[in-house]
Structure formats: structure tokens, C-alpha cells
């Protein structure tokens, strides 16, 4: 029985890790590199976006976790969720909504790079406030940074094929693709986390759903504002700032991390 149920567990993290992959590549494998190379001197977007992105949500996230008490379980897979860079989701709802999709991809790779001393930085110092020493010590780092491995190859095969093959029409295709996977990852995060009669997704208490709103919220109102009257940055920018620095399938990521990044003894 625990054979099967550790094959099972192999099966899930190993079907996720593949339509994560398919949807960087297909998102990165869609962008011109000459159009990102020329995002690297975008300087205030990218400032904006890092400091946002781990400054300002591990900050909420540690608000969120001390005002509602969050149990260990919740309170760090939130702490992880925010203390997390942009990632994969952010590519593909920049796709979908028409924003600066070369710069989305251009932050994801830096705040991904970045996010390897970050996000153990936020994570340990924002656990270790709102926590005594024995819940941090039962995170999964090895899971954390594999996905953090995942991004960063999916992102760099996907700019070389992108500059080698150099057709629209491949552009295009990879662009389907990654959409394509963007769906199947949230079709999937949603069936693997109601398969538990335990922790239905609809049948959390209400800090759960305050919890996973209240960072992006009040984080996606703070980057419009800082987008928009502070630094000026154009519409398409503003958006993917906006979007790179607040995910907004928060439910979803914080499903999938919960299932596979923490483990504790019940």
C-alpha cells in the first residue's frame, strides 16, 4: 500500500513537472530573443518587478499569516507561495491578456534566478516570525528548488529554439502549445487537489480563500499605482509588472505546493 501510494505520489510530481515545462517552453520558445535582449535594459520595469516581487508580497504574506493565525500547514505554504518568484502562470496570462510578453519572460528568468538565495531568505526569515524551528524544518527544499530548475531550463531551450529555428510559424505553434499546457496544469492542480476527501479545495475555512486573495489583492493595487503614477511605465508594461509580481491563480499554486513541497506528520 505505501509502494503504491509513493508510485502514485511519483506519477502526480512527475505529470505536473511536464506541463510546467511545456508551458515555459512553449511561452519562452514564443518570444523573439532580440525583443528580450532589448527588455534587459528596461531597467525600471525590472527594478519595480524585483522589488515588488520579494520585498512587498513575502512582506503581505507574513501580514496575512500573523492577523489570521494561520496554522502551520497554511501559513507556510502561503509564506512559500509569496516568498515564490513570478513563474510559469504569469507567462501565459501575459500571453492571454496581450501584455509585454518578452519582458514577462525576461522577469520570470531573473526573478527565478534571483528567487535561489530569495526566496530561502523570505521564507526562513518570515517562518521563523511566525513559527517555532521545528515547522520550518519540515519543508522540502529539494522540491522548491527543482521546480525553481525547471523554470530556467524551460525558459533557456525555449529562447534557443526560438533564435535557431527563427520562424513565425514555430513562434506561433510553441505559443499554442504553452497554452495549451497553461489549461491541462490547471485542470490538473484542480483534480489532484479535490481527489483527497480531506482537504477538498471548496471545503476550506475562510482564512484559506482570505489568505490566498488578500497578498495578491493588495499587492496587484500597490503595482498598478507604483506602475502608474510613480515610474510611468507604458500600459502592456504596467500589466505584466502587475502580473509577474501577483499571480493571479493563487489557489492553484498554492494547491500544487501544498501537495508536493510540504510534508508534515499529521
Same mark, same amino acid.
Given at each position: 500500500?505505501?509502494?503504491?501510494?509513493?508510485?502514485?505520489?511519483?506519477?502526480?510530481?512527475?505529470?505536473?513537472?511536464?506541463?510546467?515545462?511545456?508551458?515555459?517552453?512553449?511561452?519562452?520558445?514564443?518570444?523573439?530573443?532580440?525583443?528580450?535582449?532589448?527588455?534587459?535594459r528596461?531597467?525600471?520595469?525590472?527594478?519595480?518587478?524585483?522589488?515588488?516581487?520579494?520585498?512587498?508580497?513575502?512582506?503581505?504574506?507574513?501580514?496575512? &499569516?500573523? %492577523?489570521?493565525a494561520?496554522?502551520?500547514a497554511?501559513?507556510?505554504? @502561503?509564506?512559500? =507561495?509569496? *516568498?515564490?518568484? /513570478?513563474?510559469?502562470?504569469?507567462?501565459?496570462?501575459?500571453?492571454?491578456?496581450?501584455?509585454?510578453?518578452?519582458?514577462?519572460?525576461t522577469?520570470?528568468?531573473?526573478?527565478?534566478?534571483?528567487?535561489?538565495?530569495m526566496?530561502?531568505?523570505?521564507?526562513?526569515?518570515?517562518?521563523?516570525?511566525?513559527?517555532?524551528?521545528? &515547522?520550518? %524544518?519540515?519543508?522540502?527544499?529539494?522540491?522548491?528548488?527543482?521546480? @525553481?530548475?525547471? =523554470?530556467? *531550463?524551460?525558459? /533557456?531551450l525555449?529562447?534557443?529554439?526560438?533564435?535557431?529555428?527563427?520562424?513565425?510559424?514555430?513562434?506561433?505553434?510553441?505559443?499554442?502549445?504553452?497554452n495549451?499546457?497553461?489549461?491541462?496544469?490547471?485542470?490538473?492542480?484542480?483534480?489532484?487537489?479535490?481527489?483527497d476527501?480531506?482537504?477538498?479545495?471548496?471545503?476550506?475555512?475562510?482564512?484559506?480563500?482570505?489568505?490566498?486573495?488578500?497578498?495578491?489583492?493588495?499587492?496587484?493595487?500597490?503595482?498598478?499605482?507604483?506602475?502608474?503614477?510613480?515610474?510611468?511605465?507604458?500600459?502592456?508594461?504596467?500589466?505584466?509588472?502587475?502580473?509577474?509580481?501577483?499571480?493571479?491563480?493563487?489557489?492553484?499554486?498554492?494547491?500544487?505546493?501544498?501537495?508536493?513541497?510540504?510534508?508534515?506528520?499529521?
Amino acid at each position: 500500500e505505501e509502494l503504491k501510494m509513493g508510485l502514485d505520489f511519483d506519477l502526480v510530481e512527475i505529470s505536473g513537472a511536464c506541463l510546467l515545462f511545456c508551458l515555459v517552453f512553449g511561452m519562452s520558445a514564443s518570444v523573439d530573443i532580440g525583443c528580450m535582449l532589448a527588455q534587459l535594459r528596461n531597467r525600471r520595469a525590472i527594478a519595480t518587478g524585483v522589488f515588488l516581487q520579494f520585498v512587498i508580497l513575502p512582506l503581505l504574506g507574513f501580514m496575512v &499569516v500573523k %492577523s489570521l493565525a494561520m496554522s502551520p500547514a497554511m501559513g507556510i505554504t @502561503l509564506l512559500v =507561495v509569496t *516568498s515564490s518568484p /513570478g513563474g510559469s502562470y504569469s507567462n501565459w496570462w501575459c500571453s492571454m491578456f496581450n501584455a509585454d510578453l518578452a519582458l514577462s519572460v525576461t522577469m520570470t528568468a531573473i526573478s527565478t534566478l534571483l528567487s535561489t538565495f530569495m526566496l530561502p531568505l523570505n521564507l526562513l526569515l518570515y517562518a521563523k516570525l511566525s513559527y517555532d524551528a521545528k &515547522v520550518t %524544518s519540515q519543508l522540502d527544499w529539494g522540491a522548491l528548488f527543482s521546480s @525553481l530548475v525547471i =523554470v530556467l *531550463s524551460a525558459i /533557456g531551450l525555449g529562447l534557443f529554439c526560438s533564435e535557431k529555428i527563427n520562424s513565425h510559424n514555430f513562434n506561433l505553434h510553441a505559443n499554442r502549445l504553452g497554452n495549451a499546457a497553461g489549461v491541462a496544469l490547471i485542470v490538473f492542480s484542480a483534480v489532484i487537489s479535490n481527489s483527497d476527501e480531506e482537504s477538498q479545495l471548496w471545503e476550506r475555512p475562510w482564512r484559506f480563500y482570505f489568505g490566498v486573495a488578500a497578498p495578491c489583492f493588495f499587492g496587484l493595487i500597490l503595482a498598478n499605482i507604483v506602475t502608474k503614477f510613480g515610474i510611468k511605465l507604458l500600459k502592456p508594461e504596467r500589466v505584466t509588472v502587475s502580473i509577474e509580481c501577483c499571480e493571479l491563480f493563487f489557489i492553484v499554486f498554492l494547491i500544487m505546493i501544498d501537495r508536493v513541497c510540504l510534508r508534515y506528520a499529521h
